[in-house]
């Protein structure tokens, strides 16, 4: 079991050796486990997917910069950079990287001793991820954010991601699926005006690009079991210059919803506008209340626009015959679908509510 695994770790420097591997099951791209070593400490294993990081030279390039950058920050500070950043293993060959006789790329970075959340077992919890969120793009904000390689080519374009899946509905050769998704592919074209919101206010130069996370689900922010207060933000990969509508939204898009992204039975799913309120002000006071007017004023529809590019994505992934996210069953990318499209639903009616909380949590 884990012969592969346990000799991609054979090349990386640990301080002892490896005695097992147990795989991590979530997160729908990349392959990751729990490396155990006999002096009783653990690494993270990761097999990077090369179908979604078409570079992953450039990707750990990313990477390293950043952790690099923040451990300073965190340092200067007076915290512990081992606790609050992730460190990568250098590989035998000097790189952050391995690559295997199969052109498999493989890192490692040091475990820390914290808790991942799924969903949030209490409000305070998501507080203080939204504050780490916040903290994190304002620890960024002189980051030189030219030499930021775009990891994923117009991740949240969502006019792009309009197009991609206008594409994958004309080319798409399975009747079945074709006929399955009709109502949600009308939905989501009358929704087209939202792709262009964040898109166009970026173009036009109304609102700044930042150096943004844009992956910031719950279970990206690892938190400390005891204290309850946020430790680490992790996964960088999609660290590139980008919207705080991305952090806000896609936080909100996975946290502040009563159920899971792929919960079937789409009746239990709503937005849940505590939540909402209390990462609207951990996010907030995270970045200092370092926003403009119209950042502030677009924060609710950033909860839409992320709700949105997602259902687009899964259906994308769903016409195009699941070439892209990890799936559990057969149907899963078409209950993700219906899952975005019934909280976005739930969002249109809530719109005026968030609006208020912003308001409110702006002071
Ligand atoms: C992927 O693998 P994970 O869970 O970190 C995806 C995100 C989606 C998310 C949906 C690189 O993230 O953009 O929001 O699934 N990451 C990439 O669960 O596409
Ligand atoms: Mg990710």
Redesign the pocket.
């Known amino acids: 079991m884990y012969e592969k695994e346990l000799s991609a770790v054979s090349h990386f420097k640990l301080p002892a050796a490896p005695y097992s591997v147990e795989p991590i099951t979530w ?3 990349n392959r990751t486990f729990t490396v155990f070593l006999t002096n009783g400490t653990k690494y993270v294993l990761q097999n990077v997917n090369v179908n ?1 990081f078409k570079k992953p030279n450039e990707l750990m390039s990313n990477v390293k910069g950043v952790c690099d950058f923040l451990k300073e920050k965190v340092t200067a500070a007076g915290g512990d950079p081992d606790r609050e950043t992730v460190t990568y293993a250098e590989a035998d060959n000097g790189s952050m990287l391995y690559v295997d006789g199969d052109g498999k790329y493989w890192r490692m970075s040091r475990f820390i001793e914290a808790v991942s959340y799924q969903s949030i077992a209490r409000p305070i919890l998501f507080h203080n991820a939204a504050q780490a969120f916040g903290k994190f793009q304002a620890q960024l904000a002189d980051y030189p954010a030219d030499t930021l390689f775009e990891t ?1 080519p117009d991740f949240h374009n969502t006019v792009s991601r309009f197009e991609a899946f206008e594409r994958a509905l004309s080319e798409c050769k399975n009747p079945e699926r074709l006929e399955e998704c009709k109502k949600e592919c009308e939905f989501l074209k009358s929704r087209e005006s939202l792709a262009h919101i964040a898109v166009d206010a970026i173009a036009s130069g109304k609102m700044p690009l930042r150096v943004t996370h844009n ?1 910031t ?1 719950l279970n ?1 922010v690892l938190l400390d079991p005891i204290t309850d207060k946020a430790l680490c933000v992790i ?1 960088l ?2 660290v590139m210059p980008g919207s705080v509508l991305y952090d806000f939204g ?1 936080a909100i898009r996975f946290g502040a919803c009563t159920a899971a ?1 792929d919960e079937p039975n789409t009746s239990k799913i709503a937005l849940d506008l505590g939540l909402f309120e209390q990462f609207t002000r951990g996010f907030i006071s995270g970045l200092g209340g370092a926003l403009t007017d119209l950042e502030y004023e677009l924060l609710p529809e950033g909860a839409m626009i992320m709700t949105y590019e ?1 259902a687009l994505r899964f259906l994308t992934d769903y016409l195009d015959g699941d070439t892209y ?1 990890k799936l559990n069953y057969p149907e899963h990318n078409i209950v993700r679908t219906r899952a975005q499209i019934a909280l976005l639903t739930d969002m249109e009616k809530k719109l005026y509510e968030m609006r208020s909380i912003v308001k409110r949590c702006r002071g």
């Open positions: 997160g729908n791209i979604v994923i992956d689900k990206n996964d990969d999609t896609d992204e997602l996210f």
